[in-house]
């Protein structure tokens, strides 16, 4: 004799709640990735924080540009990079000419540009894809069902750590080898070659030498580091919480 409903219930209910856990794992790993990628972009739409890297690391007396420039300079890419304003060129005073990037520099901004506005686009997309999941635990509370909750709370924490692993394995890549990690990644990123400057004439390239970027990685990653581990304790303190209401109510 085939099992009637109540005899299928459980086992349907089990596979449903199995295929949210990891339909939540996944999207939580697709969001914090996304997330993780945002905040590596996000020191370049920051003028003050270009202003101090280029202070740092610019060498710019082969294009005739010096350190009093770089105010002017560092808003004009940040403020384009972040969308708000239509050209890099900076106002520079006694600058009549065309301006002081070369067409290739300034497509090859434009790459960059579009390249930070499809992370936006991920990153809230997948927020977007994460919060209606996230509906699934809030009927789970709201049924009292703490353990398909706990569940929950864990998988997005799995989803944050598989993030994380992937970013430190790329980390570690990068710290021992981080100009051919540099290469490798401006190939993936990027449809052409015009992020091959010539460093005895763009200036692009004279703002930004490599250890302009490693000082930027670093920046970036510790301002992500911060950001991941709020996330971490937000969640693990929802499972613990979680836990202990499961826990209440088994002795209850």
């Known amino acids: 004799m085939s099992p009637g ?12 709640d199995g295929a949210a856990r990891a339909a939540l794992a996944l999207l939580s790993f697709l969001f914090f990735s996304a997330l993780l990628a945002r905040l590596m972009l996000l020191p370049a739409m920051d003028a003050g924080r270009m202003f101090d890297l280029f202070s740092a690391h610019a060498r710019t007396a082969g294009a005739g540009v010096g350190a ?12 384009y990079l972040a969308g708000r ?7 520079l005073p006694g600058e009549t000419s065309g301006g002081v990037f070369s067409q290739n520099e300034i497509v090859h901004l434009s790459d960059v540009r ?5 992370s936006a686009k991920l990153a809230y997309g997948f927020a977007a894809l994460l919060a209606g999941a996230s509906l699934l635990f809030l009927r789970a509370r709201m049924l009292r069902r703490e353990a398909f909750a706990l569940d929950l709370a864990g ?5 944050l750590y598989a993030a994380v692993a992937a970013s430190l394995l790329l980390a570690v890549w ?9 290469t490798l990644l401006h190939r993936v990123a ?10 005895r004439q763009d200036l692009l390239i004279m703002l930004m030498p490599l250890p302009f970027f490693q000082a930027y990685a670093l920046g970036a990653l510790r301002d992500a580091g911060i950001v991941l581990l709020t996330a971490f304790a937000a969640l693990t303190a929802l499972r613990f919480f ?5 826990a209440l109510r088994r002795r209850t």
């Open 5 to 16: 409903p109540e005899g299928i219930r459980p086992g349907i209910r089990g596979q449903r």
């Open 68 to 79: 009093a420039e770089y105010p002017a300079i560092s808003d004009a890419l940040s403020g």
């Open 85 to 91: 304003q239509e050209s890099p060129e900076p106002a």
């Open 114 to 118: 579009e390249l930070m506005g499809l």
């Open 155 to 159: 998988a997005a924490l799995l989803g």
């Open 174 to 182: 990068a710290a021992l080898d981080f100009e051919r990690a540099f």
């Open 190 to 199: 990027f449809r052409n070659e015009l992020w091959l400057l010539d460093p």
């Open 242 to 246: 979680t836990g202990k209401g499961v």
